[in-house]
Every structure is written in C-alpha cells, then in structure tokens.
C-alpha cells in the first residue's frame, strides 16, 4: 500500500529547470543574458534615443525658437552662442543659460534675415 523509500528514490527525478534544458553551465547563464537582452530594448535603447534626439534639438537651436529651460524657464532665444544660449523671459529681461539645460524646444522661430537680405 506504501510506497518503500528504496521505490521512490530509483525514480529518477530529474532537474525540469533551464539547467537541466541546457545542460550545466551554459543553462544557468542563459536567463542572465536573456534579462539582459530585455533590459536592453525596453530600457537602455530608448533612452539613448531620447539623448541622441536631444543633443540634436540643442545643437539645432536658433533665435527665435521658443525653449524650456530646467528651471521652468520659458523665453524666446535671443542669442546663440557655442556653448550659452541667451534667452528673452520677458521684454528686456535676458539670461544666459548653458545649452545642455534647455530641455525642450516648444516652437520653431524662422530664420533672421541678414541685413543684405532685408534690403
């Protein structure tokens, strides 16, 4: 009615998980490069994306684009330099800021004109 232990033990149980699968090493890392894999296009990759867009957007950047500053700031850019931007909050209120705070670019300004275009 009972099974002996001597049975139960010459069963052969065997390993149902990735290691048995695999075999050894190999089934034990698998996961790991697998969660890896994972974590790379759902996390990593879009956030490289966005870097890349950003970097685009700030070096892009011309008078009259309408910007947000990391501290909230909004203004129209008055002036592009190689490293600060100098933009208009308000009339004749002007700060410069450093290129990498701008965050985002709400609106394009149109190209200024140079003076022998205008004439």
Request: aromatic share 6%.
């Amino acid at each position: 009615m009972f099974i002996s232990e001597a049975f139960a033990q010459a069963s052969g149980a065997s390993d149902s998980g990735a290691a048995g699968l695999l075999g050894g090493p190999i089934g034990t890392v698998v996961p790991f490069v697998l969660v890896f894999v994972i974590m790379y296009f759902l996390l990593i990759r879009p956030q490289q994306q966005r870097a890349k867009e950003h970097r685009e957007t700030v070096a892009n950047l011309r008078r009259g684009d309408t910007v947000v500053t990391g501290g909230g700031f909004i203004g129209k850019v008055a002036k592009v330099d190689e490293n600060e931007v100098t933009v208009e909050l308000a009339e004749g209120v002007r700060v410069r800021v450093v290129r990498g705070t701008i965050t985002e670019v709400r609106t394009r300004g149109e190209p200024v004109k140079d003076a022998k275009e205008a004439s």
